[in-house]
C-alpha cells in the first residue's frame, strides 16, 4: 500500500430502504474507489457499527460493542425518509453517542424541504444531498473525510506533551542552577578587573614614575 492516502481507503456505510436508490449510490461510491457497506434500515447501520440500546425503557442508555465485520466506518451517508428510524434520528443517535460521534454523516432526501434540511445541518449533518444523488455529490465526500482523519491524527499529541515536561524540567533545572553560579562569576569577574585597573593605575601613577622633591620631578 502507497503512502498516499487514496479513497480505497475509506470505508462509507450507505443506508437506505430503498433498493434502487441502495444500488445508485453504491455504485457512486465504489466509482469513486471507496469501500462501501450497505444496510437498509437505520438500526441495521446502528448493528453494523455495534450500537445498541442497554435499556429500552430508557433511550438515553446506550453501549458500543465491535461489530462482527471489525471494519472501521469513516463515513455515514443515509436517506432521510425510512420506515421506522428515519435519517434524522439515525443522525441524532450517531452525534449523542460519545463512540461514534466524530463520524461524518451525510443526510439525502427526494424532497427539498428547507426546514428539514436546517434541523439535519443543526443537528450536526455534513452535507444534504437531494436524490438522486450525482457523481459530483459523491465528490463533496471527501474533505469531510480528510478532515476526520486529521481529527484521528491528533489523539497522539497529548502523550508527546507528556514526555515534554519531563525534559523540560531538567532544562529548568540546569538554567536554574546556572543563573545561581552567574552572579559568583560575574563577582569574579568584576574583581579581577578590579585588581587589574588597580595595577594599572599603580604602574602608570605619576607619584610613582616621577617622585617630587621641592618641586622638581626626577625620573626614576
Known amino acids: 500500500m502507497g503512502m498516499a492516502t487514496t479513497e480505497s481507503q475509506y470505508h462509507v456505510l450507505a443506508v437506505d430502504d430503498s433498493l434502487i436508490d441502495r444500488k445508485l449510490i453504491e455504485r457512486l461510491l465504489k466509482t469513486s474507489s471507496y469501500q ?6 437505520g438500526s441495521k447501520a446502528l448493528e453494523f457499527l455495534g450500537f445498541h440500546e442497554d435499556d429500552q425503557s430508557n433511550p438515553d442508555t446506550s453501549s458500543i460493542s465491535p461489530n462482527s465485520q471489525d471494519v472501521e466506518v469513516n463515513l455515514i451517508i443515509t436517506d432521510y ?5 428515519t435519517g434524522y434520528d439515525l443522525l441524532k443517535k450517531i452525534k449523542e453517542s460519545s463512540y461514534l460521534k466524530n463520524i461524518p454523516v451525510v443526510i439525502m432526501s427526494s424532497e427539498n424541504v428547507p426546514s428539514r434540511i436546517n434541523r ?3 443537528e450536526g449533518a455534513e452535507e444534504f444531498f437531494l436524490k438522486p444523488v450525482q457523481l459530483a455529490d459523491v465528490k463533496k465526500l471527501k474533505p469531510h473525510l480528510m478532515k476526520n482523519k486529521l481529527k484521528d491524527q491528533e489523539v497522539d499529541k497529548p502523550e508527546e506533551i507528556q514526555e515534554n515536561p519531563e525534559e523540560n524540567l531538567v532544562k529548568q533545572e540546569f538554567l536554574s542552577e546556572k543563573i545561581h553560579l552567574q552572579p559568583e562569576t560575574q563577582q569574579q569577574q568584576q574583581l579581577t578587573n578590579n585588581n587589574k585597573r588597580k595595577v594599572m593605575e ?3 601613577s605619576p607619584d610613582r614614575t616621577r617622585p617630587r622633591y621641592n618641586g622638581i620631578a ?3
Request: net charge negative; glycine share 4%.
Open 36 to 41: 462501501v457497506t450497505t444496510v437498509d434500515s
Open 218 to 220: 626626577t625620573v626614576v
Open 120 to 122: 439535519c445541518l443543526e
Open 202 to 204: 599603580e604602574t602608570l
Open 81 to 85: 425518509c425510512m420506515p421506522g428510524m
